[in-house]
């Protein structure tokens, strides 16, 4: 079989192809040294796409990426496939193509790539791009200064109606493809760090600092290990009386769960989004010096086989368990004049809520409010549960929880040596969630609704550095007032008419 080529796809707002540093030719130098990576070192091609116009968006871009292979795969002769290694937006841009060209055409078997090895990934999108244009071009110390198109921020945001159907596509399609057992195999790699530069740090944007990632993109939002949860309030019956409707579908029961394939995902130890000091790609140099991610790169061009890519998933598995145990989860900054600041890097899970109802339409008019213990209270959460939370801009009801695990399952207390660095964390379970309508007594409504008996807690539904959806369908009321007949034949007022009860029947 003859050797793959190597290509590179960048991230964003990207104008200079030095945004590669030394890792190119460092690749081409390992493949050169016997025992190397089995990679065609004489055809290297890097990637160069514009991300900083507002009209491009992802999929543009992967159709241009389409159009660009064209001719790299032409000379290179007939049949030659490719190992492709991107950079942050990189990732959901190949992704974009490999599902636009190839898996939805069922042509799965004739794509040329054959390892797709993901650096720092925004699969799931970014918390910095809610940030916008301007704001993240003023942040010179990540981006240059440039400003990112409109169109690939839209995509890149949390909870986007993009990037969302991209991943359950991935979720719900892929499962049943089993990239890596086919004819033509096909290897996906997720590599992310979670170490934060403080020479990068943005004072003014804390984003750059949030535990649970690497300065832009969390380790939730990289890896493709994801699920998809349904759960939903049951419907309304014939002639039932309003108050034992709005007792019964007071309930949310789980109607469906699926899982994405296994996919290889390694927590990259000590480095950071961006830069040439802790970079996952910008601080890699053309040098025989050890670096986490050039090891952990050559691993993954290693894999030839299902086999390979399984017992590869295993050991990034144990390996992520290892760099997380408590122990090691300090980081200790040497700041001077102040004592030396630690850092705790727990892991975390995200958790994309979509609230819909069961006639397809979003519900923005809720409040989400999750909580705990036996007497089901906001007030009884844990400290420090929740690191963040955003509602996506363009799709009112998609909303972003990004959930500290170690303070909802709870941790052993952690030290530095002889320094007590935090104590133990005491869990509070079991979580659940509430939905509270904003209005009532309307004609058309939606109304309260928790977890049902079927679902035991919300920390059941998630997982430590991985994307949990969660549709939440509520049953759509329709009130008897929105439409009456009468025999009165004189003219009457009807607009304070009482709602009147709900009517049953499909949506």
Not at 192 to 205: C, F, M, P, T
């Amino acid at each position: 079989m003859p050797k793959p080529l190597l290509v590179f796809v960048h991230g964003w707002s990207v104008t200079s192809t030095g945004t590669y540093g030394g890792l190119p030719a460092r690749l081409k130098a390992e493949a050169a040294r016997e025992g190397g990576p089995g990679i065609d070192v004489a055809h290297v091609h890097l990637g160069q796409y514009v991300s900083f116009r507002d009209e491009v968006r992802i999929d543009d871009i992967a159709r241009a990426f389409e159009a660009a292979l064209g001719p790299v795969l032409a000379e290179a002769g007939r049949g030659r496939r490719f190992a492709c290694i991107t950079h942050s937006t990189g990732g959901p841009v190949v992704r974009e193509w490999l599902d636009r060209h190839y898996v939805r055409t069922g042509r799965l078997d004739d794509c040329p790539m054959s390892h797709l090895v993901m650096l720092a990934p925004a699969n799931f999108g970014s918390a910095l791009a809610q940030l916008g244009k301007s704001r993240l071009g003023a942040m010179k110390a990540w981006f240059g200064g440039i400003e990112p198109g409109q169109g690939v921020l839209d995509w890149l945001e949390l909870a986007s109606p993009e990037s969302i159907a991209l991943n359950l596509r991935w979720i719900h399609d892929y499962p049943a493809l089993d990239l890596p057992s086919r004819p033509r195999p096909v290897f996906p790699f997720v590599l992310s760090g979670d170490a934060i530069d403080r020479k990068l740090y943005d004072h003014v944007n804390a984003y750059t600092g949030e535990t649970g990632g690497d300065g832009v993109v969390r380790l939730a939002a990289a890896n493709l290990n994801a699920s998809h949860l349904v759960l939903a309030q049951p419907a309304l019956a014939p002639g039932e009386a309003l108050p034992a409707a709005r007792k019964r579908l007071r309930t949310l029961d789980k109607v469906s769960a699926h899982r994405a394939p296994a996919t290889a995902f390694k927590i990259v130890p000590g480095v950071s989004h961006s830069g040439e000091r802790m970079g996952i790609m910008g601080s890699v140099g053309n040098d025989a010096r050890p670096h986490p991610t050039v090891d952990a790169i050559l691993r993954c061009l290693g894999v030839r086989d299902a086999r390979g890519y399984a017992a590869l998933c295993c050991e990034f598995e144990r390996e992520n368990a290892e760099h997380q145990a408590p122990a090691r989860r300090v980081e200790v900054e040497k700041v001077p004049v102040l004592p030396d600041r630690r850092y705790v890097h727990d892991p975390h899970a995200m958790v994309l809520f979509r609230l819909l109802d069961d006639s397809g339409a979003r519900v923005p008019e809720m409040n989400l409010l999750l909580t705990a213990g036996p007497s089901a209270d906001p007030n009884q959460l844990p400290q420090g549960f929740l690191t963040d939370r955003q509602g996506n801009r363009r799709a009112p009801g998609n909303l972003c929880f990004f959930l500290n695990h170690a303070a909802l399952a709870g941790c052993p207390e952690i030290r530095d040596g002889e320094r007590l660095v935090r104590e133990a964390l005491v869990p509070r379970p079991p979580y659940g969630l509430r939905l509270l309508p904003r209005q009532d007594e309307q004609l058309v409504e939606h109304w309260l609704a928790e977890l049902g008996a079927d679902v035991a807690s919300l920390l059941d539904l998630v997982r430590p550095n991985e994307t949990t959806i969660i549709d939440l369908r509520l049953t759509r009321v329709v009130r008897e007032g929105v439409l009456r007949f009468t025999r009165q034949l004189a003219a009457r007022k009807f607009r304070d008419d009482p709602p009147g009860g709900p009517i049953a029947g499909p949506p």
